[in-house]
């Protein structure tokens, strides 16, 4: 069983920067696309990014395009969440997932019923 534990959100200021982490169990995260959703109040959980297993291909909802990185360093069982000029509307829980796969490949998953493994989320929060 793969776990996903989040880390690294907090309450930052319009325009400030936040990293997240997202550090797997297992053995097989190399192999795993990942992806990060968030979820604000009272609306739908939503994509924000996605990485291949390889690294190699990447994705983004076009709120975050130029603002937000996504990255994962498999020696680490590590994906990460680097967030630039955050607004007041990126304020939400920010979920990690990783979906199971048997190889490396170059494929993005940008819904989150393609993922089988969940973190249970890390807050943001932006003040105006």
């Known amino acids: 069983q793969v776990q996903l534990v989040e880390s690294g959100g907090g309450l930052v200021q319009d325009g400030g920067s936040l990293r997240l982490s997202c550090a797997a169990s297992g053995r097989t995260f190399r192999s795993y696309p990942m992806g990060w959703f968030r979820q604000a109040p009272g609306k739908e959980r939503e994509f924000v990014a996605a990485?291949?297993?390889?690294?190699?291909?990447?994705s983004y909802t076009d709120s975050v395009k130029g603002r937000f990185t996504i990255s994962r360093d498999s020696a680490k069982n590590t994906a990460y969440l680097q967030m630039n000029s955050l607004k007041p509307e990126d304020t939400a829980v920010y979920h990690c997932?990783?979906?199971?796969?048997?190889?490396?490949?170059?494929?993005?998953?940008?819904?989150?019923?393609?993922?089988?493994?969940w973190g249970k989320g890390t807050q943001v929060t932006v003040s105006s």
């Open positions: 997932a990783g979906r199971r796969e048997s190889y490396s490949g170059s494929y993005v998953y940008t819904r989150s019923s393609e993922y089988n493994y």
């Open positions: 990485i291949s297993s390889s690294g190699a291909s990447t």
